[in-house]
């Protein structure tokens, strides 16, 4: 089945420094790729919509300047976070709609990125 | 706006003790709801679509109902490897393919 790849599961970083996020379908193109954050006992709340080969999409109240997304070919996404600062730990999510099997297939998940920013 | 809401937000079971988990929304034109399960520190795990009301899918001890308000998810005798974080989501009409999530209902089944 359609597997999305996220890497690092995991990162710790201190306060103003940039961590990047990387977002990998890995038997599947996916001209579109969406970055979730999960604060605990939240929901998952849509960040952006990367497009391949064109600017991403931010949802109302994201700083694009802050979550700079790069899509840069049809299997690869980065969500970078600049100058991170404590607030922005939190739980971040890929997700992917495999290309062309319909507009009703379901969204693969990556396994999330843990950011802690020290 | 889209919106999901979930209940209960926890739920305690004992193993072999049905229930139901709910998921009421609002969207304009529904497209297709989603039911997720999310194990700590992991990406959601896809489990049903449903697209119209009436619409019912099972998979094992879990079957998904629809209804143009709400949703529901069915757990026929859990065990304690049904433990999760179950998530309901919306996708609207109109192109865009992103999901709008409810905050999900934790559930733990005890042996």
């Known amino acids: 089945g359609a597997v999305v790849s996220q890497h690092p599961s995991w990162v710790i970083c201190k306060s103003g420094t940039s961590v990047k996020i990387e977002c990998r379908s890995l038997d599947f193109q996916a001209t579109t790729m969406f970055w979730y954050r999960q604060f605990p006992k939240q929901s998952l709340m849509l960040m952006a919509t990367?497009?391949?080969?064109?600017?991403?999409?931010?949802e109302q109240g994201v700083e694009k300047d802050k979550f700079l997304i790069n899509h840069a070919s049809l299997t690869l996404s980065t969500l970078t976070v600049t100058s991170a600062h404590p607030e922005d730990s939190s739980f971040y999510i890929c997700s992917a709609p495999p290309f062309g099997q319909g507009a009703n297939s379901p969204l693969h998940f990556g396994n999330g990125t843990r950011l802690t920013v020290t | 706006e889209d919106q999901v809401t979930q209940s209960p937000e926890a739920l305690r079971l004992q193993e072999g003790e049905s229930s139901s988990l709910n998921c009421s929304y609002t969207v304009s034109g529904l497209r297709g709801l989603f039911w997720y399960r999310q194990d700590p520190g992991k990406g959601p795990e896809f489990l049903f679509t449903?697209?119209?009301a009436g619409e019912e899918k099972e998979k094992e001890r879990l079957k998904a109902t629809l209804t143009k308000k709400e949703s529901f998810l069915h757990i026929t005798a859990p065990k304690p490897e049904d433990s999760a974080t179950y998530l309901c989501?919306?996708?609207?009409?109109?192109?865009?393919?992103?999901?709008?999530f409810g905050k999900g209902t934790k559930l733990t089944v005890n042996p």
């Open positions: 990367s497009n391949e080969g064109s600017k991403a999409t931010y």
């Open positions: 449903l697209y119209s």
């Open positions: 989501a919306v996708q609207a009409q109109g192109g865009s393919e992103k999901l709008v």
